[in-house]
């Protein structure tokens, strides 16, 4: 069975039957996933940081790592397996965005990439259907490319599902 | 069900651990002196023939793409920079501690290595930001050794883990260092301060390694180098690079502000430095072979 394995602001997509889309450890980033019911089209972003004004040139380069570039980037992606490129008829999940215990304003990274997030989404037209943010935990994310079912894992605690 | 460790049993764990080599020891001695220079420490490895060998191999590697060989060992050490010398060195002697598979955090193999140097580089670059007076080496050391305690007390925390995150939820437990103490009696920073009196290393980094989660705590002359480093932790674990399942079940204290200015920008932009620099680091550290991988 196939997998497609996303790094940090990496994206990806896939309609291949049996495929999976994978990312590791999500600490403060966030995992924006996108299903489309009507292509059968699972895709991915893993965006760690929520303006890509601190560092153009690195948004140029990858600009999965930015939230205000990297969900543009993913629907350019996906409108590549006849997606619509707005996005109109996708499923929006959400998952990631963790915080360390006690955590001041400045630290609260998790927070701001999830509503950074939400903010870019709201732009579209989109908004999330179910999302595990938050939280003082790290998350491995599995999504099912036949039945989009998405598994969530972190070292310690049972698998849940999103 | 665990049992609490005695003083004589983290005793006979740390004398089952190799020491640090003369050279490695030597050169976590220079980088604590602000006055000492590169010619320190060629001096240093120059003494040392597997050192020299694995400096050169290093710096030869196909991650690093130089064109030309590099067969002197100034010109390798400056190419490098005195960091990965150090890093090497240490990375080395240590080899059998960063690579332990930490199974009582549910950590996998070469989760510790990864997180170390994530904050190391994180600790580093905190030390660089203008206001502060931290020496960045001895910042990025002080990052590479800060859990090295975890090693040794990790196997005594086997089975522990859903346990322990289920209690530190319900608030039995105010983070995963109680629970640490709680069950076997003894915290991992205790643990790696333990090793730090055995290994004789530097009092900054005997330091760092002792209070990195409670950095109010350390000496107040080091307090700055400490608190660089406990935000160094927090900022690798944040990145999704933690030891398993203690990961972000630390206490992140807010009194940092005190020492050392922080913006939530400039903490971005420390925190994509890090990815780039550690991606860059890894592949260095994983090109000469038989490393810490
Ligand atoms: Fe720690
Ligand atoms: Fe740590």
Redesign the pocket.
Known sequence: MGQIILGVGDYGASNRPGEEVKTFALGSCVSVILLDPKTRTVGMVHVALPESTINKAKSLEKPGYFVDTGIPALLVEMAKFGCNPKGKGMVVKLCGGANVMDTNDTFQIGKRNGLAVKKILWKYGMGAVAEDLGGNFSRTVTVSVDTGEIILSSPGRSNWKL | MTEKISHEEIQKVIKSVPLLSPSANQLLQATTDPDHDQGDIVQIVKLDATLTARVLKIVNSAAIGLINEITSLERAISYLGERLVVGIAVGDCAAQLFDKELKGYEGEHGDLWR??LR?AIASREIATLSNLKINPDLAFTAGLL??IG?SLISDYLQGTASEVLSKIENEEYGDYLTAEEELIGIDHPRAGYELALAWKLPEAITEAIRF??TPAEAREDLRELVYAVHLG?NI??LGGC??GADSMH?KLDPNYSQYIELKSEELARVMLTVDVEFNKLERSFSAAGDSNQ
């Open positions: 997180h170390d904050t800060h859990d975890k990195h989660h932790d690798a674990m933690g030891t630390y």
